[in-house]
Structure formats: structure tokens, C-alpha cells
């Protein structure tokens, strides 16, 4: 089990790493310059003619908050739904060990380098990463092979099909028990194919661009519609909401695509790791490879 | 895998393809003349006693911004579900292709052809476009014969059955892997039951019926209530809630019926190319197709 | 599959049928006249001391929002189901009969014809209506018995259990044949029971209770608190926010129980033909049934 | 399947059983009582200085609003789950019987009394009523027994399951045919498990506590910041708002727990009623139960 | 099932325990001291130019409700789905002690013991708390070794397996009814990684840190914008606001990891017990355990 430590409420309020400030800083400093700029030419545009009062901005306000609560629920959804495909690779490689344990014990170490390699493969395709290191290191000199097919971690669910099939030909397990073990190896597909098609698929770009749009055009107008009753203290209103709304943008934007490097991405690393620890430690080894820590800023990779 | 580059979110904001501007352009301009009207008839109809606060108006909004966060939820709901029916077709794929290697290999072309003549009909069948090409690249002479069926993709499910039943006739396979094959040729039938469901049957008419009416009326009275209060920024306003509004009304829409060819459409011909890659190359061939790129606006179709 | 033709955006703005503009005409020419009422009272309550503001109606107003919403959100998800178990459904006998065509060929047309009165018992059943034409037509004198029975449906698939049990006890299928296509009229049992449910089960009485109560009283009180700021447009807002609010009500309580005649209740007279096609071009069948077709008014029943 | 009369909307609008006003009419004249107060004592309290104003009790509304509707979608989906597990309860009976009959047609009535017994078991369970009644008349002189056990519901299942051990171990029934029925028997457990769970387990106290409080809290404080604007219509509004707020928060506790006796609870003798009728049907049996009937009020126990 | 006394609504409004009232009255006394501050020092800072409006606040007080609701939803939903694990392990423990009595009743005995102390080991290492005084009571000796290994969950499982292949070695049982009762422990399987995955795997942190930040700088500064208004009210309401809101924050926190001791966790003791009750009794034990109760303040751990 991954371990994560946990922050003080106090200590949270003033984090800066795994929060998404950073991405915003640029966008929240704009909307400064805007509201200096609403400040400044207040008496002048109001001389024009030109007025924005709140209530316009209040509906509207609302109704992006409305939409935004939808998109965050289906990016978090999308998030959610990765890490349950992470968990089921976990369930599903154990179940196959202990399958093959039970059955056919002779050939477990084999099975077991072929589910590792298959979940390295699985991580390195959905983060477009080199799989090479890992797949030398688990498999030896057929790592080359596999390294240029179209998707290496088919093919090693293949060579598992392969390995079973050849089991029942020469009759070491019943029709039943390849029935068994190859529904479990129907998991190792499902979680691939559903991974390849979150990473293939996102939520309709049109989404994305509808509120990015409204967001930062909010945004932008917002304080102009803030200065004639706040005056002085409209930077500091308008980039709480600003700060609000952006960041809430940008943190549906990084859970949508879930499989990278990014502060709220999984953890592939640390849960392929487990794994490792996991299947290892059934099959009897003892030197099994430490649990992955959170670096100082609390993240895993 | 299919891949798909990122746009930054500076170029989005000016994004004008894959956007739904295009469809709501008219509507919009529709909505800038009645704020010219309300503008140049605000002193005319005052004098009448007509008068239209905001306050009814922002009610109305949040309630509408609830409604249509409701539809658009049960819209992409559907595009979602459609979405998941054909990544079960790739793995249910992958799996029937995995099991006939192992246990009939001799037959596995055969059965491979059917498979992707099964995923070619499906897609043509859901978009109402003709599959002859498809199938006669795949299948040669024996295309005719289904073209002219009500449902080709059922009658290919069937012939899938009926070589496995010929299989277990002769006793190339016993029952129970008769019956593991079998379910998995239930997933098929899955995937066309579900996406048939989908295609036939539309969100109940009454809401999305509902939602044009009160979004556009909602639109068109809007500028006469914010004339009083906003005088000349009325159209930038107006034209910008309009412009939140009817975006996702018109987006839910699109998404209602993702089968077809729609900028936020599925792109069925990228998703059959890449399972057809994935079969020809778990059997062994090495002149796989390439996968389908997106165009320069970022569409696959 | 069922075809659907489309309407344009502008032709939908206007659509009578198949709105539930209908059923709601009355309670909006209620509102009208409180409208007129409130309008010609307001400076006599007025000196009475009698005011009604907006501020606490717009509170209401989107509390009520809220809470229509979750009502929709429920009543559309049994909408839902039931589609669900419809589509299961056609799944579940093109399944059945593929599988009995695969292995008691000589049986399937009788198999075939308990099914397509399975699907016809069970749409008379939960519309409550004469099931004697349509079982007669596919069972002949095995009708009358049927008709007499409590649940035609559940008898019917007790009578392929027996058929199916006959042909295991004979030896004509294995065990683990017999095992298979029995879980197969599982999923009939489970679309049944399922659809039984919706039937018999709606939504908490209570909560429909509440929220005509609350949008009745809202409609009959608004126009009295709108009609001191938009005196002359007080009707036309008032039954525009009436309009909404009531739509959604009724829409809400039309999708609770789908299985009627009502414009946006499931189409199973189509869904059941669109069964019998299937069936009847599987077995080989040339006479096909012709797919329904919407009404002028692009309703199916 | 269980009848329900519908009855129409007008008289909808008065019935007074089967909605919760009886349980909020306490609440609802300490809010009239307030009311009075608040108007009462208006001159006197804005002389102090003391002055409360709508604004902020709408956006405290509104927020009571969202969660009102998280915590009712939340109870609701307990309510739902349990009418799910009963309608599986219904099916897993069904399949049962139809197996056994299909495979040990002599033991079926036994089977059946054991599954009616169950049904019966699980009713009081949930209920916490006593069981002797409804098992001696299934199961005469066993039943003392069974009454002594800590869940007889779970013995009764354990039965059935020895039963079929019975059978395998005679050789009547294969292992396939074995693990077939014992799968259906899982079906059963999970019904068990899964009421168990809802009828253990609560939503989190604080939850319940939290909107309580704040809902209590909102209604009490309310007539005092409406009076300064609405004077004699104090009272009806204030009582409108908090009769809509305090019927959910009703409403949602009465289906947090929903195998009770109150109008809005499952109708557990109903269903327990309808499994007989379809199980002695199935069986062939002609006296069978009527099946319940709703009182005047439209109840059903 | 394990026993709640519920409590009347009006006691419910004073209850202290339970309720997170304790955990929050640190950041409330934070608010009212910013309330006092307001009110003293409101004429001083509106010289100064300086006014806050509640107009902008209303409007992010709503978007902030909006977001805390998606919060809560994701958060419950994690509680839930924990839930929905604990009644599956019972379940799962039923039917594979029932599947054992039922096929190799000798060994029944230890296959108890074996699953007793894979409840025990789950609990603690979810609640990462010391499994020796549960394991050696059930385990004896054999618990030492237990103890030193990365995950006994997962070994004890193993365990069953190898106990299980044993079996099938032996030819007590076949391969079907291995496969069968093998199912079951794939099962146990999926809620031991299941728990492991909502145990090491939190909501993406940058929610709650934004919400948090959202929350406090809302309370902090709600104050100054209803002194004006408000003016000797504005302590009450400021404190029954940010009461609102900060409960709902540090709810929604308690709920994201259910496994530990708090309040509103989940009663992993009294499930455990409950489980061993439960299998005791179906082995034909008298000397049941007694159901855990909750202590004076309604609480179980």
C-alpha cells in the first residue's frame, strides 16, 4: 500500500507546490493589470457613458460556476476512473500469480515477469515514455523485440495467452481452469483497453474552449463591473474570484489527462512499484524494492 | 493508441474549428440586433411604461444554467457510454482474435476478417453510410450477400457463432471453451445492442424542446432588461451570456447524437483503423496501416 | 434499428406535438390571470400595506431550480433504465436464439416464437393492455392459456427453462451447454424483474407532492411580486418563468413512468418490431416485418 | 407486479397522507409563531439598531439549497438501492425455482418454502418485527428453531445451500449444474449482505446534524430579515420557504432508512406478497395470494 | 446487522459529539473575532475609502456552495464506496464458508480462522494499527510470521489458495468446483485492493487545499462586507455562514479517508465482529461474540 502523509489544515493554506498557483500566477497577474487599469480610468469611462454594474456579472457568475461544477465532476471522473483501472492491473496481476501458483507453480516466476513487464509497458505507453530500461531489466534480451511492436504491452498479454494455451494443449490444466485464468487475462485487457481509451479520448474539446473562453472573458470584465462599488478594494475581490474560477479551469484541465507528470496525476510509478512489492513478496522473495516516498513536496510520481 | 496533440491555452481562446461558434453565429448576430433595438427604442418604451428589471431575468438565468447543466449531463452521458461501447469493442476484439489463436489457429484469419467486417458495419450502420468498399476490401465476393441484410453486423455475429458451433460440432472444441468464446461474442452483441439503443433512441424531445425555447426567448428579452443599466455595453454583455448560453445548448445537442461527423463527433474511422492495427499485428503481420492523424484543424473523423 | 428523422432548430421552436405544452395550457392561463389580477389590484394592495418584493421569490426560484433539477435527474434516470432493460432485451433473444441455432438447430423456430411472445407479454404487461391479439398471432391456441395466467411473462420463459431442461435431460446438451444458455434467460428474468420494478415502484410519492405544491403556490404568487417593478410586462415574464418551471414538472412526471402512450413514453410497439425483424433475419426469414415510422407529428408509440 | 392507482394533479395538491406535512407541522407554526414576533417587535428592534437584510439569507438559502439537494440525492440513492435489491431479491427467487424445477423437479416445493421463508426472514430483519408468524406458516415446526438464531435469514440460505450439497453429493446434479444453482444462491447473499449494509449503516451523522441545524437555524432567523420589507406578508412567505426547506430535509431522513413502516418507505408485505404469487404460480399452483392492495390513502405496507 | 438507537430531532440539534463542531470551533472563533474587529473598527476604514459590498460575495458564496457540493459528492462517494467494500467482504466470507461446508466440510474449521484473520488484517492495515492481538488470537503461532510480512492480507489470501489447490491436487474437488469457490476468493481479492486503492490514494490534493483557501479567505473577509448592512448582526450572521461552510469543508475532509477513528468514520470493529458472529453461527457455534454497541455518544469505531 502506498503511503502518503498528511499536512497540517494550517500548513495547507500556504502550500504552493501540488497546488495549481503556479499555473495561474501569469493569468491572475493579468487580471491585476485589469483591475488597476478599471481603477484607474474609473471617472473617464464613466464619463462616456460606459457602465457595468453587478448583477449581469452575478448571473453570469453563477452559471459558470454551474458549468464548471459539471466539467470538474467529468474530468474528476475521468481521474477516478484511471486510478480504478490501476487498481484492477493490481487485482488482476495478483489473482493471475496466484492462479498460476496454484496450478501450474513451475512456470509462476516466468508468469510473474511477464505481468511486471506488462505493466511497465502499460505505464510507458500512456505517459509516451521509453519502456526500455524497465523491459531489459525484467525480461532480458526479448525486450528488443517487443520494444518495436505498435503496443508491447498487447503483445505480452498475447505471450501470457500463448504460454496458457500451450498449458491446455499439452493438458497440464483442464478446458475449466484455462477458462478460468484466461477470463482473469480478459481483465488485463479490459484495463489496457480502457486506459489506451482514456488516454486516446478527452472530454469534447468544445467543452474545454466554452469555459476557458467564458473564464478568462469573465475575468477580464469582472473588475469593471467591481470598481464602481468597491473602489479601492476591487484587486483584492476580483482576483479572489479570479483565483477561484481560474484555478478551478486548470485543475479540471489536469485531472482530464490523468496518465503524466503533473502534481495531481497518478502516481504510475509508486503503483507500479506496488505491484512489484505485491507479486513479489507471494511468490517468496525477500529483497523485495522499497515502497516509493513522496518527495518533500508530498509528491509521487 | 490514437494521438492527439495539445493545443496551448493562449491559441485556444481564438480556436474557431472544433469550436461550435460556426452553428451559433446567426443566432448571436440575431441576439446583437435586439440589443440595437433595446439601445435605440430604451427611451421610446419607457415612456410607454414598460419597464424589464434584472432581478426576474437573473432568477430565470440560474435556473436555466441548472437546466442546461442537466442536459448537457445526460447529453454526455450518452456521448460517454458510446464512447465506452467502443473501447469494448477493441477489447472484445482483441479477446475473441487472443482466444481463437489459442485454441483454432488455423482458423484466426478467417476470423480476424469477420471481426473487422463486424466493426466496419457497425460504424457504417450507425452513421447511415454505405459499407461497400469495407466489405469488400475484407471480405471480397461475400460482401454482396450482406449488403442487401437489414442488419450486417448481427448476420456477421452470426457467422462468428455459427463457425464456433461448426468447431465444437467436430469436435475441435469442447463445451466449455465453446461457451468462454461464446461469451465473449456476447460482448459483441453488447456493443451493437447498446450502440443501437443509443442511435435510436434520442434524450426524450420535450427537454431539449424546452431548453431552445427558454434559452432563446431568455436570449431575445435579455438586452431590453440590461439597456437601462448597462446603456452602451448592453451588446458585449448581452452578446456574451447569449454566446454561454446557446454554446452549451448547441454542444449538448451535438453530443446527443455522437455518431456522425460533427466536429465533437466520435471519430469512428480512427477508432476501427486502430483496431484493425491492433488485430493485424497480434497476428503477426508486419504492413500494419498507419494510424489516422488528425487534420490541421485537430478533427479525426 | 429505429429511425428517427431530425428537425431543424428554428421548425422545433414551434413544435406543439410532442411538447408538453398541452398538458400545461391550463395552469399557464391560471397564471395568466393572476397575472391581470395582480396588475389591476396592485395600487389598491399597495395602500393596504401589502407587499410582495422579489428578493425572497428569487431565493425560492432557484431553491426550486435545485431541487426540480434532482426531480429530473431521478425521473430521467428510470427513463433511462427502462431503456436499458429494452436494449438488454433485443441483447438477450438475438443472444438466445443465436446460441439455440448453434446447438438444437431443429428447435429454433419454436425457441424464436416463445421469445417474440416473451417481448409481446411483457410490453402488454407493464402498458397494462390486451395481450390476446399479439400472443394468438405468435403462439395460436397456446394463447388462451397464457392469457389467464398472472405474469404471461414469467410463463412463457418458465416454458423455455422446461424446453431448454428437456433437451439437457435427453442429452441432446451438456451441462455446461445448458448452463450457458440458462444464464442467458437470466438476462430475461433480470429484464422482467427489472422492468417490474419501474412499474410498480415510483418515485417517493412525497417528493412529486412537494414540488407541485411549491411550484404551484410560486407561479400563483410571482406575478403579485413582479408586478410593482415591470407593471405592463408582468404577464408575459410571469408566464415565461411559469412556462419553465412547469414544463419541467410535468416533463418530470411524464419520463417517471415511460412505459405509456404519452409523446416522450418509450416506443415499444417499434422496439418490439425492431425485436421480431431481428429475430426473423437470423433464422433466415425474407418476409421481414417493416421497421415503424413516426407519425407526422415524429411520434412512435 | 404491484398495482398503484394514480390520482390527479389537483387532487395531488391537498392530499395530506402520504405527504410529510403531518411531521413539519410543529416546526412549521414555530416558524408562524416567529413570524408574528418578528413583525410584532419590528419598530422596536430596528430602533436598537439591530437590522438583518435579505441579501445574506439568500446566499445562505441557496447554499442550504445545493447541499439540501446533495444530501437528498444522497438518501435517495439508498431508497433506490434497496428497491434494487428487493427487485433482485424477486429475480434470484424466480431463477431459482425455475432451476431447480428444471433440474430436481421433486425438491422444488421444498425450495420454494425455503425461499418464501427467506423472503419473510429478511422482511422482519430489516424491519426488526417478529418473523414467527410468516415462518411458521411457511415452514411449520422448523421455524422455532430458526427464530433463535442471531440471523435466520443467513440459516435459511445455509439450508438451501446444504440442500444442494445434498444433491451433488448423491450424484444428482453434476459440478457445473451445482455451481450454476450455488451462483444464484450468491445472488441471494448478496441481496442479504446488501440490506444488512443499508440497514447498518447510515448516511455520516454530522451530515443529517449539519443541515438540521443550519435549516432550523435559516427558518428561525428568517421572518426577521423578510419583515422590514414585506410587512403582512411576513408570515406566508416565511412559512412558504421554510415549508419547502423543511419538507426535504424531512423527506430525505424518511428514505435514509427506508424499510420502515412511514408513507415513504418500501412496501416490504407488497413485494414479499408479489414473490409468492409469482413463485406458486410458477409452480402451478391455482389458489395463489391476492395481491396487496393500496389503503384509501394510497399506502401500501 | 449491527444496531443503531436513533435520536429525536430535537435532541439532534444540540449534540455535540459527532458532530464536527469540535474541530471547527478554533477557525469560528477566528470569524467572530474578525466580526468584532469589523464592527469596531467600520467607520474608521469607510473614511478610508474602503467598502466591501456583499453583492461580489453573494456571488462567490454561491460558487463556493456549487464547488463544496461537488467536494462533498466525491468525498461521500469515497466513504460509500468503502462501505460498499466492508458489506462485500461479509458477503464474500459468507458464501466462501457456505461454498466450503458445502464441498470439503472437514476443513471448514480452518478455512474460518483463515478468513477471520483476513478481516482482522485488513482492518489494520487500513487503520495501520498492530494486527498481533487479532492474528495470534485467531492464528495461534502461526501469526508471528504473519506479522513480518508487507501485506498478511494479501499472504493469508494466498494461503487460502494454496489450501484450496491442495484440494484440487488431492482430486477432493474438481476443476470446476475449484473454479468456482476460486471466483469467491477473487472476490476478497477485489476488496483488498480496493480498500488498498481509497486507502493510499486521496482526492488530487489541489481540490481540498482549494477549496480550503476559498473557504477561509471567504469567512475572513465576509465580515467587512456585512458590517455595513448588518451592523450588530453581523457576528451571528457572519458565524452562522462560515459555521455552513467550514463544517461542510472539514466534513468532506473527514469522509476522504473513512478508515480511521473519527466521528464519522467507518465502525471497522463492529463490522469485523459482526463478520465473526455472522461465520460462527453458520458453523454451528453458540458461544456467539456479543454485536459491538455504540458507546453514550452513538459512536462505534
Redesign the interface.
Known amino acids: 500500500?502506498?503511503?502518503?502523509p498528511q499536512r497540517h489544515?494550517f500548513v495547507?493554506?500556504f502550500?504552493w507546490h501540488?497546488?495549481?498557483l503556479p499555473d495561474i500566477l501569469f493569468r491572475l497577474s493579468l487580471n491585476l493589470m485589469m483591475s488597476l487599469i478599471a481603477l484607474a480610468s474609473l471617472n473617464w469611462y464613466e464619463t462616456?457613458?460606459?457602465?457595468?454594474?453587478?448583477?449581469?456579472?452575478?448571473?453570469?457568475?453563477?452559471?459558470?460556476?454551474?458549468?464548471?461544477?459539471?466539467r470538474?465532476?467529468?474530468c474528476?471522473a475521468r481521474?477516478s476512473e484511471a486510478?480504478?483501472f490501476?487498481?484492477?492491473l493490481?487485482?488482476a496481476c495478483?489473482?493471475l500469480q496466484?492462479?498460476v501458483?496454484?496450478?501450474c507453480p513451475a512456470d509462476a516466476p516466468r508468469v510473474q515477469r511477464l505481468l511486471l513487464a506488462f505493466c511497465a509497458s502499460l505505464k510507458h505507453?500512456l505517459r509516451r515514455t521509453d519502456a526500455r530500461e524497465d523491459l531489459t531489466r525484467l525480461l532480458g534480451d526479448e525486450a528488443e523485440g517487443l520494444l518495436q511492436?505498435?503496443?508491447p504491452a498487447?503483445?505480452l498479454?498475447?505471450q501470457l495467452?500463448?504460454w496458457?494455451?500451450e498449458q491446455?494443449r499439452q493438458g497440464n490444466i483442464?478446458?475449466?481452469?484455462?477458462?478460468?485464468i484466461?477470463?482473469?487475462?480478459?481483465q488485463l485487457?479490459?484495463v489496457?483497453?480502457?486506459c489506451?481509451?482514456l488516454?486516446?479520448?478527452?472530454v469534447?474539446?468544445?467543452?474545454?474552449?466554452?469555459l476557458?473562453?467564458?473564464v478568462?472573458?469573465?475575468c477580464t470584465?469582472l473588475p469593471f463591473a467591481?470598481a464602481p462599488?468597491?473602489?479601492?478594494?476591487t484587486p483584492l475581490?476580483s482576483m479572489?474570484?479570479a483565483?477561484?474560477?481560474l484555478?478551478?479551469d486548470t485543475?479540471a484541465e489536469?485531472?482530464e489527462m490523468p496518465f503524466g507528470y503533473e502534481?495531481?496525476h497518478?502516481p504510475m510509478d509508486a503503483i507500479c512499484t506496488?505491484i512489484e512489492?505485491?507479486l513479489r513478496?507471494?511468490a517468496g522473495e525477500s529483497d523485495?524494492p522499497l515502497p516509493m516516498q513522496p518527495d518533500k513536496y508530498?509528491r509521487l510520481t
Not at 57 to 62: H, K, P, Q, T
Not at 229 to 233: F, P, R, T
Open positions: 500500500m502506498i503511503l502518503r489544515w495547507r493554506l502550500a501540488g497546488s495549481v462616456l457613458g460606459i457602465k457595468l454594474t453587478l448583477a449581469p456579472f452575478s448571473l453570469l457568475g453563477v452559471s459558470i460556476a454551474v458549468f464548471l461544477g459539471f470538474n465532476s467529468v474528476f481521474f486510478r480504478h490501476l487498481g484492477a493490481l487485482i495478483r489473482t496466484r492462479q501458483m496454484a496450478v505507453q511492436r505498435h503496443s498487447n503483445v498479454q498475447l495467452s500463448h496458457l494455451a491446455r483442464s478446458d475449466v481452469v484455462w477458462g478460468n484466461d477470463n482473469n487475462l480478459n485487457a479490459a489496457l483497453g480502457g489506451e481509451r488516454a486516446s479520448m478527452p469534447p474539446f468544445a467543452y474545454g474552449l466554452l476557458h473562453r467564458t478568462y472573458f469573465f470584465l467591481l462599488d468597491l473602489h479601492a478594494m475581490v479572489f474570484i483565483y477561484t474560477f484555478s478551478l485543475l489536469e485531472l502534481n495531481n497518478l506496488n512489492i505485491n513478496e507471494m523485495l508530498y
